[in-house]
């Protein structure tokens, strides 16, 4: 009860106050725009932070980060385009309801869904905080150098099919972290002698590249998307009812959420995933699920909400984020000189107690700012794709000229905005880039701190937090070579199976060449045996 | 369910072959520099060895990037030419924002002389006429957009944008209240 008073102290001030009422509010907003998301936000607007006081400058982007896929979900449900792309899976029920004139409560369930999500992953939060608190100290270098390794395999593994790019694209995001002047030896890595070089990529400005500016030419290369004008049916205030009519769906999807968000490196789809896989099996109309299912909604929407809260444990008590929005609050935590690990929640829990609070404080105000101003959203979330991808590319600037005044800094940024805009073309993952560059450096410094130690290799692991990091990190990748082995006998299995001969001329004069040669050897076999014919006469 | 949400989607294949290419031959080149571009430190465990991690890295890029060309060649059967002509039709496309990129650096190197604020006022409603608007409505909105962008980020939050070269033209009062806000 202490920390809870200690927390609210610190977030007792107007400028808190007010930086809690903009970024909750900013973030819905942001969030309801298709094609912006809280991470272009956030890295936007962390220059802007800079002169703020660490509470203030955190508090209004923490608002940003656990508000922005409330926003997401207007659009999700009313023109079948998520907000953010967590708020995809919220399309596939919340889009047919609509559709059948049930629109306002689709969203109202969305809402409520997501506010009992988040209130059940912060009152989780609140009482794992002392037991946090004691067991964050026992991560020594070693173990979270083995946590940031799982984050890293998590990530990876999560892209279901496409492991081996994501793999690539991670090593790609740690060979970009080591770009610039090593920080014990003073050496320079890979600048081939360019002085622009020397100081390294500012992860703002990969990720600004990457999300913002990547998403600005895709919007701009693209054609404005026309969206049909539903009527809204149903009450504001029909979902409460409906998520109270479910409280177990509620309940074990939000306890998904929670879950998840606490393992580094597997987030909201997979909880997403879990959730909503869990209502369809033990739901009574499962048939139901994909053509608006309010089960189904609830469980998309308190599975994600739930996360952000609990995604925050990896990154107080270790320093680890889970995916890129964490990421981009590690840096935010960074610039404002708070740097969080367990040396966090041993000296400064009151600090730990105010973000938990922020993070509820911000719900509530978001939750009652949208109960009254959907209609209002609605107009942002039909922004022509076009223009907002010229909004993008002038907010970017700001975001990137700002940090250095660099127009070097701003032409990566750009590259990097070309190499997204082919993923995005291609469909493949940017999050392991980003989660390269941070964890690769946290696993540097913490590798090299762990080795000093450390005599023999099983040193490394004689510890049982670190033996049991360890022993998960294999079983995930013997998981995943498993599975891609068995994917791959089950391919060639279908090749072969359904393998047409070939029609190529020179195809067909091998076969011929195959067959003649058979034939000549069984009749050349078929004359030897006749002329050496075993004797049958008996001595 | 019309068709199920967790099946990842692969993406498109056009393009993939190129992209798996290019990829791998950057991966290549970043690890046949290793030796060029990182340090060999005396006296200093593999570990903290300022290559230790780049390389690690770029093995990291070989390897993996590899294993996913293999990966796309062997879903297209090892047949047909590496590169064909839908690959060659995307890589038009990826060339497209480039015309985008020149609009940005144009206006990045503008501001620090023209001044945030006419550079924004004269970047966003052009780069807006140029993608096809012609409605006044938008055109105007997007004058405003420019001017708010300005007076909340350059104004109100203090991001740290110079003044352009051309505010030293200025009279003295006015001076001093354009480099700080505008």
């Not at chain 1, 690539?168 to 070089?197: H, M, N």
């Not at chain 1, 070939?502 to 076969?511: A, K, V, Y």
Request: proline share 5%; with cysteine; charged share 15%.
């Amino acid at each position: 009860m202490d920390l809870i008073f200690a927390g609210l102290e610190v977030l007792y001030r107007w400028d808190v106050a007010l930086a809690l009422l903009v970024g909750s509010i900013g973030g819905v907003m942001i969030g309801a725009v298709p094609g912006v998301g809280p991470a272009v936000a956030i890295a936007i607007l962390l220059p802007a932070t800079f002169s703020m006081d660490p509470i203030v400058g955190l508090t209004l982007l923490l608002g940003i980060y656990g508000s922005s896929m409330y926003g997401g979900a207007i659009p999700a449900i009313l023109i079948n385009t998520p907000g953010t792309a967590v708020n995809a899976l919220t399309t596939y029920d919340g889009y047919p309801m609509t559709l059948r004139g049930e629109g306002r409560k689709a969203i109202s369930i969305a809402y409520t869904a997501s506010f009992v999500g988040a209130i059940i992953s912060i009152i989780c939060l609140i009482s794992l905080a002392p037991v946090l608190a004691k067991v964050a100290p026992m991560f020594g270098a070693r173990e979270i150098f083995l946590a940031a390794l799982l984050g890293l395999v998590l990530v990876v593994v999560s892209h279901r099919g496409q492991a081996a790019i994501a793999a690539a694209l991670a090593c790609l995001g740690i060979f970009i972290g080591t770009i610039g002047l090593e920080p014990v030896k003073y050496t320079k890595r890979y600048t081939f002698d360019q002085s622009w070089l020397a100081s390294g990529v500012d992860l703002i400005v990969v990720v600004l590249g990457l999300y913002a500016i990547s998403q600005a030419f895709t919007l701009m290369q693209g054609d404005d998307v026309k969206t049909k004008r539903v009527p809204l049916g149903g009450g504001m205030f029909q979902g409460l009812r409906e998520v109270a009519r479910h409280p177990r769906v509620t309940g074990v999807s939000s306890g998904f959420g929670v879950m998840m968000g606490i393992i580094p490196g597997v987030g909201e789809f997979t909880s997403q995933f879990l959730a909503y896989t869990y209502a369809q099996k033990t739901s009574k109309r499962p048939d139901d699920f994909g053509q608006g299912s309010v089960e189904g909604l609830i469980a998309s929407e308190s599975a994600n909400n739930s996360v952000p809260a609990a995604a925050m444990v990896p990154l107080l008590a270790l320093g680890i984020p889970g995916e890129e929005l964490t990421a981009m609050m590690l840096a935010v935590f960074y610039v404002h000189n708070v740097v969080p690990g367990p040396g966090l929640f041993q000296n400064q829990m009151d600090f730990v107690m105010a973000i938990y609070l922020a993070l509820l404080f911000l719900n509530i105000l978001v939750m009652v700012f949208l109960l009254f101003s959907t209609n209002a959203l609605m107009l942002v979330a039909r922004l022509p794709n076009r223009f907002l991808g010229v909004g993008i590319l002038t907010l970017s600037f700001v975001g990137i000229y700002s940090l250095r005044n660099s127009a070097t800094d701003c032409l990566m940024a750009a590259v990097f905005g070309l190499f997204g805009f082919i993923l995005k073309r291609l469909s493949l993952p940017i999050v392991p880039i980003i989660m390269g560059i941070v964890l690769g450096g946290i696993m540097e410094a913490k590798l090299r701190i762990a080795m000093a130690r450390v005599k023999t290799p099983f040193d490394f692991i004689d510890r049982p937090i670190a033996m049991a990091l360890f022993l998960f990190i294999i079983l995930i990748i013997a998981f995943q070579i498993r599975g891609a082995v068995i994917q791959a006998r089950r391919r060639k299995e279908a090749q072969w199976s359904t393998r047409p001969a070939s029609t190529r001329f020179g195809m067909l004069l091998s076969r011929r060449k195959d067959f003649l040669l058979t034939e000549r050897g069984k009749r050349l076999r078929a004359e030897r045996s006749m002329l050496s014919r075993p004797s049958t006469d008996k001595d | 369910m019309s068709d199920d949400p967790f099946l990842a989607s692969k993406g498109p294949r056009r393009g993939q072959i190129l992209f798996a290419l290019a990829f791998a031959g950057f991966a290549i080149f970043i690890l046949s520099n290793l030796g060029n571009q990182t340090t060999w430190a005396p006296r200093t465990k593999l570990f903290a060895q300022p290559g230790f991690w780049p390389g690690v890295a770029g093995a990291g890029m070989v390897l993996f990037g590899l294993l996913h060309l293999r990966g796309l060649r062997r879903g297209k059967g090892l047949r047909g030419p590496w590169i064909s002509r839908e690959d060659r039709a995307e890589a038009r496309i990826w060339l497209q924002p480039l015309e985008y990129t020149a609009w940005f650096m144009v206006y990045v190197f503008a501001v620090p002389r023209i001044g945030h604020l006419p550079a924004t006022m004269i970047f966003a409603p052009a780069l807006t006429w140029r993608l096809g608007y012609r409605s006044p409505r938008i055109l105007w909105a997007s004058v405003a957009f420019g001017v708010a962008v300005v007076l909340i980020f350059k104004g109100v939050l203090g991001v740290k944008i110079p003044g352009g070269a051309i505010y030293d033209y200025l009279p003295d009062g006015i001076r001093a209240f354009a480099l700080r806000y505008l």
